[in-house]
């Protein structure tokens, strides 16, 4: 029998269709068996057939009126994964047994579906979403065995569509941080589907080479975003059928091997796509709105992203003097958030201050740190410990049992498995503790490749299966067992400097560090990669580098947290007044960077040219430019904003001249602004507000 349940929610969009557009709403027609599920700005249409396919039919922009369709000849079904040796897709049979409307958190709509799997003993519950004022779907699938033995999932895809496209198409995708930046530090991948003969792949996840993100556009500008909500590893492909008119998609999550026990459900992590019209900025801002009024975890509080100390200049040369010191100076230059990073253990996995270097403790250098007004941060890498450790001592078993081609060790330390059960309770009591114990307010999360895999086949998972357990019910169940605890414990996301850029992360981290190197010309491409598809909140930066000159701190302004990593006890007054000031600029234009968009004004940065990049904040129309020159001969440059209202009068001014232009937006795009830059090694930022 099929049910059907609606929320007063969803019934009062219905009613109020004609006044109230931008209330989320999905509606059932029963006689054609269609699903629609809209908001003000899209329309996502599934069907099932009238052989019992359960089909997407179309993505309708509202904006444009495009429409992004399912090719006859080869439909698509968000529905993709392996049960039994039974591929369950677009062309699986189907027993509609229920459906529901219900209102979610943050103001959307979710569309449940649920359909009985006629091969194989297995109920599908299909989630769709929408929500005001985003022109995103996202969707997730569970899968419950109703087998009367456990039941093997050994495959499943996050991106299973297929869209009807039969003019060029461009895309583009982005690298992440990936083993110390050997590999990758946040390059754009732009690529031309028209002239290439095989799909294009993505290996994203923990240790992967890639962000969790891909767009496409076509000829006129027609977009679709996509993201995929997962830490651990998958391979993402995108491939233009040229001949046969049909752009298709996969993320399929690797090595997976999931065992169901009867009644029991498998989750494909969540998914969306996006639609949009314009360049890669516009699909990046699009991306970044959905991202924060959906995905993110919330701001920790007002005047975020923090300016930061971050002990790390100091390396194991820490004890609780020379951090009081430290905490002392770094409050008068206004830092907010000051961290003990690694080292402030004897023993690595011993979670309990060196009592040499803090023979009191760290609560008492944490309530220091609280009396000059900042919030007290501790580096906790949990999934490590040393061999010698009490953990890895009374628990050997405990340790990941690694490939030998992943043997790379986080200072001499093992892993802990985080979906061995025992050791992930263990690990959630140690974390609860540490932070009661020492008043931690932010906890700087590192380790070496936070997905692990384990290949023990003594755990709790299946040795087979670490890739999706020790991310779902590994890292994931750590941190939501930790957050139910210290639900205002703020976490930054520390995988070897960016390794793990994905919309999962987003929804547990407040932060990420996006390049674990303190070069600013490094760091500057890492952030003009990482702000396609992230916020720039979740795009900190350790600044380990001397504060010398306005262009050392100024090539760390732009995105999130702005870290400071130097051993600031050793400056020279000169120098800290000069960082006080740099804090005080940083401070004046962070939250018009964290709610902006970002204009990727030149190539990524590579030190033969002065590069720039903008963020505008939409709503006021307030911009600030960055300009950067390092070595170059050129002395100045005229930047031509974007974003601006052709015919509307802004002001200009400069940090580092006293000149001020007045134009229309129309003059500053096509004419540009003169900016000197007299000296190399001189950055300059340049404000730009309406009048």
């Known amino acids: 029998m099929v049910t059907r349940r609606t929320s007063l929610a969803a019934v009062a969009g219905a009613l109020l269709r004609g006044s109230a557009e931008n209330v989320p709403r999905a509606q059932f027609d029963p006689v054609s068996r269609t699903w629609n599920i809209e908001n003000d700005r899209i329309v996502a249409l599934f069907r099932l057939d009238d052989q019992d396919r359960f089909r997407f039919v179309s ?101 299973p569509w297929k869209f009807e496209v039969t003019g060029g198409l461009r895309g583009l995708f982005v690298g992440q941080w990936s083993w110390g930046g050997e590999r990758a530090n946040f390059e754009p991948h732009e690529v031309d589907f028209d002239t290439l003969q095989e799909p294009v792949e993505a290996f994203t996840g923990a240790y992967g080479n890639h962000s969790t993100w891909g ?57 969306f796509a996006g639609l949009y019209r314009g360049d890669w900025d516009e699909a990046g801002y699009r991306t ?62 011993d979670w309990h201050a060196d009592p040499v270097k803090f023979p009191n403790g760290l609560r008492p250098l944490s309530d220091w740190v609280h009396s000059l007004g900042m919030k007290f941060g501790l580096h906790l890498p949990f999934a490590e410990a040393m061999a010698e450790s009490q953990v890895l001592t009374e628990h050997p078993d405990w340790a990941v049992a690694v490939n030998p081609a992943q043997q790379r060790a986080y200072f001499g330390a093992l892993g802990l498995c985080l979906s061995h059960l025992p050791a992930r309770e263990w690990v959630i009591s140690e974390i609860i503790r540490v932070v009661r114990q020492n008043g931690v307010d932010w906890l700087l999360q590192d380790g070496e490749n936070m997905v692990k895999g384990c290949f023990a086949g003594y755990h709790t998972h299946d040795p087979g299966d670490s890739n999706y357990s020790n991310s779902v019910e590994g890292l ?81 302004f732009f995105g999130g947290p702005l870290i400071v990593m130097d051993r600031i006890t050793g400056w020279a007054d000169w120098m800290a007044d000069f960082m006080r000031r740099e804090i005080a600029i940083y401070k004046s234009i962070r939250e018009l960077i964290r709610d902006a968009k970002v204009y990727h004004l030149t190539p990524p940065p590579d030190g033969t040219f002065n590069d720039y990049i903008q963020s505008c904040q939409v709503e006021t129309g307030r911009s600030v430019i960055f300009v950067y020159r390092q070595e170059t001969p050129s002395a100045s440059e005229r930047v031509r904003p974007k974003g601006l209202l052709p015919g509307a009068f802004y002001r200009v001014r400069f940090q580092e001249s006293a000149r001020t232009l007045r134009a229309i937006g129309s003059e500053l795009a096509t004419t540009g602004i003169p900016v000197d830059l007299p000296t190399p090694w001189f950055a300059e930022i340049v404000y730009i507000d309406p009048e």
């Open 59 to 159: 993505l309708r922009s509202l904006a444009d009126g495009h429409v992004w369709r399912s090719p006859g000849a080869e439909p698509s079904s968000p529905i993709s994964f392996l049960a039994g040796g039974v591929n369950v897709t677009a062309e699986t049979r189907f027993t509609l047994a229920s459906q529901s409307t219900t209102g979610t958190a943050r103001g959307g709509v979710r569309l449940t579906i649920q359909l009985e799997v006629r091969e194989v003993p297995v109920s599908v519950r299909l989630e769709l979403e929408v929500y005001p004022g985003q022109p995103f779907l996202r969707y997730r699938t569970a899968v419950e065995n109703r087998a009367a033995s456990p039941l093997a999932f050994t495959a499943a895809d996050m991106l």
């Open 476 to 556: 994931n169940a750590v941190q939501e067992a930790v957050r139910r605890e210290l639900p205002d414990l703020a976490w930054e996301n520390c995988e070897d400097g960016g390794n793990m850029q994905t919309f999962n992360m987003v929804r547990n981290y407040v932060t990420s560090i996006v390049n674990d190197n303190s070069d600013f010309l490094v760091t500057r491409r890492s952030i003009h990669g990482a702000t396609y598809p992230f916020p720039p909140r979740y795009t900190d930066r350790y600044m380990e580098s001397t504060p010398w000159d306005i262009y050392r701190t100024r090539s760390h």
């Open 215 to 271: 767009a496409i556009r076509d000829s006129l500008d027609n977009g679709v975003v996509f993201g995929w909500e997962f830490d651990g590893r998958a391979r993402a492909h995108a491939f233009h059928r040229r001949q046969d008119g049909i752009f298709e998609t996969d993320a399929q999550v690797q090595q997976l091997n999931h065992s169901v026990a009867p009644g029991q459900e498998f989750q494909i992590p969540a998914a």
């Open 288 to 349: 970044q709105r959905f991202v924060e009024a959906v995905l993110a975890a919330a701001v920790p509080g007002p005047g975020f992203p923090y300016v930061a100390f971050d002990s790390w200049g100091y390396q194991w040369a820490i004890d609780e003097a020379t951090l009081r010191h430290a905490a002392e100076r770094a409050a008068w230059l206004g830092v907010e958030l000051f961290t003990v990073d690694f080292g402030w253990a004897a023993v690595t996995g």
